[in-house]
């Protein structure tokens, strides 16, 4: 079974610009979550979404959003981009529900110069 | 808003010692999952935690729930230089469905 997907591995964008990031969740799962990794915060939860519909979200500007496919497939896009958005996004895909086991992509690094 | 605190956020330990890392919360956990991260990786599951009390092994790592489901534990007996990484718990809010990250302890294994 396939693990989670996540692309690009790696980008490095300007400041204001703006930025999509990509998800496959394992086949089956149907929830995805996203969280904002770095060195002094952890893992700070973003939103999760299930059934295209987006279920929870954390405490983050409106620049962040993000969207589900059908497919469950999951993007996030982060908006006029700032230096502090620096950091590894992270994906997690789980059956039903942010109860269930999360399974974590490799991460997409953003760096914001 | 919730949080989950862990401490402490950094151990240095010789090969053979014991590590343990704590988990709280200022509210009552419906369950609480533990991960583990090595360096330059994704954070991988390795338990979850139901029941008030609960104590499972893996191994040399005792994972504990407290009974008020407030707080929780990881326990490493003999570490090895393959324990190196940072630890996460993640406690499952009963209140609001979402799951919080503690902020991590990272575990450096000296040989």
């Known amino acids: 079974k396939a693990g989670v997907t996540q692309t690009p591995r790696y980008l490095i964008k300007t400041r204001g610009q703006q930025v999509t990031l990509s998800c496959s969740p394992i086949?089956?799962?149907?929830?995805v979550s996203w969280y904002q990794q770095t060195p002094g915060q952890g893992l700070q939860f973003l939103f999760e979404?299930?059934?295209?519909?987006?279920?929870n979200k954390g405490n983050f500007p409106g620049r962040f959003s993000g969207r589900q496919f059908s497919n469950s497939r999951s993007e996030m896009n982060v908006s006029t981009l700032e230096l502090g958005d620096s950091a590894l996004y992270l994906c997690?895909?789980?059956?039903?529900?942010?109860?269930?086991?999360?399974?974590f992509g490799a991460g997409t690094r953003l760096s914001v110069l | 808003g919730q949080q989950v605190m862990q401490i402490p956020q950094y151990q240095h330990v010789q090969e053979g010692e014991d590590f343990t890392t704590y988990c709280n919360s200022s509210?009552?956990?419906?369950?609480i999952q533990w991960y583990k991260q090595r360096p330059g990786g994704h954070p991988v599951f390795l338990i979850q935690?139901?029941?008030?009390?609960e104590v499972k092994k893996q191994k040399r790592l005792t994972f504990q729930f407290g009974e008020a489901k407030k707080n929780s534990s990881l326990h490493i007996t003999a570490t090895q230089t393959t324990d190196v990484g940072t630890y996460f718990c993640?406690?499952?809010?009963?209140?609001?469905?979402?799951?919080?990250f503690g902020q991590g302890t990272t575990l450096q294994v000296k040989p």
């Open positions: 935690l139901v029941k008030s009390g």
């Open positions: 997690a895909s789980s059956l039903a529900h942010s109860k269930n086991i999360q399974y």
């Open positions: 086949s089956g799962h149907r929830s």
């Open positions: 993640a406690g499952l809010s009963g209140n609001t469905g979402k799951l919080i």
């Open positions: 979404y299930f059934s295209e519909t987006q279920r």
């Open positions: 509210t009552t956990l419906s369950n």
